[in-house]
Nanobody, 122 residues
Framework: VQLQAFGGGLVQPGNSLRLSCAAS????????MGWFRQAPGKEREFVAV???????TYADSVKGRFTISRDNAKNTVYLQMNSLKPEDTAVYYC?????????????????WGQGTLVTVSS
């Protein structure tokens, strides 16, 4: 599976941005898809994950502001980010994994995209 994330950019606090991640491969619909992020000088952290059936979970820091979704027909996963804060500034990575177990552990994800930078600043 190859992943390509895009949609990052500069946005003012309180505004919104949507990230997209296009995946190659015939088994996209059976994969867990997710997003991690890494802020400058900080460790990479979990953001959100969605199962093949649409079930999802979020980091507490983004719950209620971010929404993950997927379109299996387009092999694409999205991250809608609303009410953005300066602390959301980071490189966002699209990830994927097979299997049947829901997880938010970074090492459990087999496939990683190249990352897209989101900067929240006035």
């Amino acid at each position: 599976v190859q992943l390509q994330a895009f949609g990052g950019g500069l946005v003012q606090p309180g505004n919104s941005l949507r990230l997209s991640c296009a995946a190659s491969g015939r088994t996209f619909s059976s994969y867990f898809m997710g997003w991690f992020r890494q802020a400058p000088g900080k460790e990479r952290e979990f953001v959100a994950v969605i199962s093949w059936s649409g079930g999802s979970t979020y980091a507490d820091s983004v719950k209620g502001r971010f929404t993950i979704s997927r379109d299996n027909a387009k092999n694409t996963v999205y991250l809608q980010m609303n009410s953005l804060k300066p602390e959301d500034t980071a490189v966002y990575y699209c990830v994927a994994r097979g299997g049947v177990v829901f997880t938010t552990v970074m090492s459990e994800f087999d496939y990683w995209g190249q990352g897209t930078l989101v900067t929240v600043s006035s």
